[in-house]
């Protein structure tokens, strides 16, 4: 028996990365799994590793931006496994440009499916998760959700976005003894497909863009699940995973605004 033996646990963007890392270790862990994503190709590979370690899971193509869908799938979902537990609002997409070189349609892109998604995933979910008597939301953030780096003001405003959203649901949970627990987590640089699938603005190259990001990158996505479902069992209500999340987190607090100067001038140094 695990935390999870039994439990349903839905995961958004499980065609790739962590997401499908998370699916696949929640099987692990006897979790009952219903993954989604807009990547059907992806989401079918995720699907067969959940089946090959003999996990029971039903898939979906779902685009978490889209609210009318998430909030029919939420329903769907609950009634083909009798109730829900756990939501890993995971989907997201990078964009990589200045707010000078950026247009508004860019910054609504990432907005829609980094913040809106996981409001989407959160509100649909919640009622489903209140009657299971066990309820968790998890919320994936960044460490762009702690501090801001140059190109990635759309990504940090819906970074940020998230974690003030989670860590609001989270106290009113407790202020209303709600049974369900609410985790926002920060992964550092995780080695996954995000900077690939990501775009930018026109100019920046983007073989070079993913290539910076696969040196930045330490922590595997199998190594960031884990490092999650640790958190999740123990009901945190901040998970950071990699050293540089650590670090980053520890200069934030130590140098207040000052940390601007310092990672301006890295990324300057270092092109990014
Ligand atoms: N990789 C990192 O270094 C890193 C660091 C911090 C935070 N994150 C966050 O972790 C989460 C997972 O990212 P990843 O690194 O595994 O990237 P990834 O690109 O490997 O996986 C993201 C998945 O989300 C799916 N997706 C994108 N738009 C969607 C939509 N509208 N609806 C449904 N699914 C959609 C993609 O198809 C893909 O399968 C994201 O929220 C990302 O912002 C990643």
Known sequence: ?????????????????????????????????????????????????????????????????????????????????????????????????????????????????????????TKAFLPHLIASGDGHVVNISSVFGLFAVPTQSAYNAAKFAVRGFTESLRQEMINTQRPVKVTCVHPGGIKTNIARNGEQVEGVDHDDLASSFDKLARTSPQKAAEVILRGVEKGKARVLIGADAWVLDKLVRVTGPGYQRIVAGFSRRNGL
């Open 1 to 121: 028996m695990t935390h999870f033996t039994g439990k349903v646990a839905v995961v958004t963007g499980a065609a790739s990365g962590i997401g499908r890392a998370l699916s696949v270790e929640l099987a692990r862990r006897g979790a009952r799994l219903a993954i989604c994503d807009v990547d059907l190709d992806g989401l079918a590979e995720t699907e067969a590793l959940v089946k090959g370690i003999g996990g029971e899971v039903r898939s979906d193509a779902l685009d978490v931006s889209q609210r009318e869908l998430v909030l029919a799938y939420a329903d769907t979902v609950a009634e083909h496994f009798g109730g829900v537990h756990l939501v890993f609002n995971n989907a997201g997409i990078a964009f990589t440009g200045s707010v000078e070189q950026m247009s508004f349609k860019d910054i609504d892109r990432v907005m829609d499916v980094d913040f809106w998604g996981v409001v989407n995933g």
